[in-house]
């Protein structure tokens, strides 16, 4: 383009001479007076060696020594000149007038009105209006001048020069041919035609400058002063130009602008290399493009393609922002804008930073494209990716293997498409995003700046490195301006040895509050739970709530319920509503009212419990269930059936895999009739045994049996006594009491428990009506009424007689009783004293309170003696029948004795 507007310039200068074709300019001629004019007609005249002159008619005036040459012509070396009439003086001064034409030999025609040539000065002048033409070109000036030889011609005042292509107007046009240099000096304008330009659009290269010279011998024009240069919308300004014709280089210096429409370059040096076509601006190059500003050491310019070069130390500004690169190109005809950064690309403003080391941008389509890698810092921010579109007009684009990084929080996303104006972006493959305390991974990711939203429209998962939580999702947003997250697919939650799943999850960052619903459930990989629910609420670090058909199973644990708070804080899970829980295993279920759950201890206490396990049932008002032990703690007012079987206590431990009860409170136990009751102890109510202290069993009858220890099998109604044994039967008028003590139990025919047997040992006691056996060993056979005595027995009667032997057997059915082996009987009256027996055996009649004793009877009386085989004693009376064979000893007290 400057090329252009420099050699228009040079071809004005050229149209504005008259190359090798002289006129010679003529003086005022000084001739004497003529006194008689002499006349010649066809005639062809020597002026000396300067010129040749013919005319149609010569005439010379003797007066004023003039010669007056009629339709002249003068010819001179290179120029011809034709006019009306041509007057020499002596002095060989000329005066050419009147329709004056010339002819140069390179063609040049020209005219004018008066032509002067002064031979004292040896100079051609003319102060009228001279036109020059050749072809299409018109030169015009005010006047005209030259020396005699034509080496230097000066054309001024109102220069002016029209051809097809240029026009041109200045002061002065001056040609020294001795030095061939052509010098043009004042006001020069020049206007260039482009003929090429497209059908009707005319472009035109126009200029306006102060000095110009053009050296001719080495075809170099030389511009100084400033100047200014327009051509198709661009201006040039320097103050120095220097053209070569040759090589049609051109420099141009000093404050060299370069300005269109909303653009400016400066330069101190601008070069073109006429041969590669290149316009070259040295360093500094500074200029403007709309609120642009930029420099750079280097600028290059092809005329050919306008493609433009910056190169080395490139700055680009505005208000906004900078950019640093080492080189950028223009393509003109692809309209395309690329950077290069050997070391970066650095664009910067007040709040961000960008590198990058190439950049392409598509100007027909405002698409900016970073090939590479790039790197932007924003307020704290930084971003890296690679294959950058960008649509600068719409603001929209691309790009790839996104990283931004701000502080600890990071985003990567293998690509993103964003919308600047809009404010939106997509992500895809393989997002990752690291916020604070928490870790998105996804496959598409849509962020609404604007509308401060986010949406996931793929399968996602959420971490939560603080609290070690990850949720798991497909579909959900999050809208910054509610701080509401909400996920609109399966979602699930995992945290610590817990997974938590539902149809849909919503939660507000600020008030910290989320809701699971459809179809939840909660698993615990560790201790194999599952809790399936209609809802879940969640409070953060302090509560959880689950609703609606809540069920549970842990191992073999089932449980439901309708709704079921954890707290946090506490480890506690509270069961609001009635509910049951169910061992499969163990085959027990428990039902209660409420409940809570505490998970460090794994301790599930009830409320308002009912259950059964198998053929036990059982109910308290308050229990705990231990899961490690698997054993339930009933802790007020329990019972618990089975069967006909009641169980009651206030507190007991109930060990569900053995099916014991174990309490330190009192047990009371009933069947029927039947109640027993210890103080502290243990059941096995699988075994159906007993075993504790402070042991009583009672009947509806009033019968009572106590001891220290009770243990015994309570299907078969068999008990053992231990310590302190004491009985009390009044339904059998009888009682007993021993240290060790087995009784049987049976039912009667009124479907009632009866003590049918028993068997007691050590220091026992036995007392029916007015008897009362002890021995080391009793047994009593109650279906029977039958009594039995062995170790020492002794029978008591009436508290006055007294019967020894090895063996003792009462029939309480007939108030007898039968004495083995070595009896002994003592007898107390008042009437008879005191009276010790002895036998072989012995029979108790205990209705009319007689003994018949048998083998080897002795009885003593005081120092009286009588002896018998078989003999009857009346306790009453404590008179012995003697059977058989008697024997007595007698003594016979005095009278006075006997007083």
Known sequence: ML?????????????????????????????????????????????????????????????????????AQAFFKNMSLKGNEAIVDKLKNMILKGNITGVTDNGWKFKTTEMRYDENKKKFYSVSKVEAKK????????????????????????????????????????YDRNKNIVKL????????????????????????????????????????????????????????????????????????????????????????NGKTKKIVLNKPVKGKIKEYNFESDYMQIDEVTENIKLSNNIEIKNKESTMKADEITYDKKNNIIEGVGHENILVFGKDYRMK????????????????????????????????LIFYTKDEIGTSKKIYIEKKENNLISDFVKFNLKKKIYNLEKNISI?????????????????????????????????DDLKIYSKNGEYDDNSKLISLLGKTKVVKDDYEISGDSFTYNLDDKFGKLVGTVEIKNRKDDLIVNANELTYKYKEEMDIYGDVRLKKDDIYGNTEKIVYKYKEKMGYLITPGKVENKTEKIIMNYETGEYDNNLKILKLRKISGHQE?????????????????????????????????????????????????????????????????????????????????VITTEDGDKITGDFLSGDYSKKEFNFKDNLKADLPSEKMKFSGDIAKMYFKKNKDDQFDVTRGEIKNKTDFWYKDMNLSSDYLEMDNMKNLVFGKGNPVLK????????????????????????????????????????????DASLNNEDKKVKMKGNIIVYQGENKVEAEEGVMDLKTNILSGIGTTKFKLRIKPKEESK
């Open 135 to 174: 072809d299409d070109i018109k030169i015009t000036a005010r006047h005209f001048e030259a020396n005699s030889q034509f080496t230097l011609i000066n054309l001024y005042t109102n220069v002016k020069l029209t051809s097809n292509k240029v026009t041109l107007s200045c002061d002065r046009v001056i």
């Open 3 to 71: 090329k252009k507007i420099l050699y228009f310039i040079m071809l004005g200068i050229f149209l504005l001479f008259i190359y090798n074709n002289y006129i010679k300019k003529m003086s005022d001629i000084n001739i004497g007076e003529i006194k008689k004019d002499i006349k010649t007609n066809n005639i062809k005249y020597d002026i000396g060696n300067s010129y040749k002159i013919s005319a149609n008619q010569l005439i010379e005036n003797q007066t004023n020594e003039t010669t007056v040459f009629k339709q």
């Open 356 to 387: 990058s080391k190439k950049f392409h941008y598509f100007v027909d389509e405002n698409k900016l494209v970073i090939p590479e890698n790039f790197r932007v810092v924003k307020n704290g921010m930084k971003i890296n990716g690679s294959n």
């Open 615 to 695: 053929d036990i049932k059982f109910k308290s008002e308050l229990a705990k269930y231990d899961e490690k032990s698997n054993e339930i703690d009933f802790i007020k007012k329990v019972n618990i059936n089975q069967k006909e079987l009641n169980i009651d206590s206030d507190k007991l431990r109930y060990f569900i895999k053995t099916k014991k009860i174990k309490s330190e409170t009192p047990i009371t136990v009933t069947e029927k009739n039947l109640k027993m009751v210890i103080q502290s102890g243990e059941m096995d109510l699988k075994n159906k045994t007993l075993d504790g202290e402070k042991g």
């Open 797 to 840: 009667i009436d508290g006055d007689t007294t019967i020894k032997s090895d063996y003792v057997y009462l029939n309480l059915n007939t108030n007898t009783g039968e004495m083995k082996s070595n009896v002994k009987l003592t007898n107390i009256t008042k009437e008879a004293g005191t009276i010790n027996a002895t036998a072989n």
């Open 185 to 272: 000096n004042g006001n020069i304008k020049v206007q260039v035609k482009n003929l090429n330009s497209e059908k009707g659009k005319i472009e035109l290269v126009t200029g306006e400058l102060n000095y110009a010279i053009y050296d001719m011998d080495n075809n170099r024009l030389i511009v100084w002063g400033k100047f200014k240069a327009r051509m198709k919308g661009y201006t040039l300004t320097a103050n120095n130009l220097v053209y070569y014709k040759k090589t049609n280089n051109v420099d141009v210096y000093d404050n060299v602008k370069l300005k269109k429409d909303d653009m400016e370059i400066n330069t101190p040096k601008a070069f073109y």
């Open 434 to 466: 690291n916020y604070e305390k928490y870790n998105i991974v996804t496959q598409k990711l849509d962020l609404d700046e604007a509308n401060k939203k986010i949406y996931m429209k793929d399968n996602f998962e959420v971490y939560n490195k603080e």
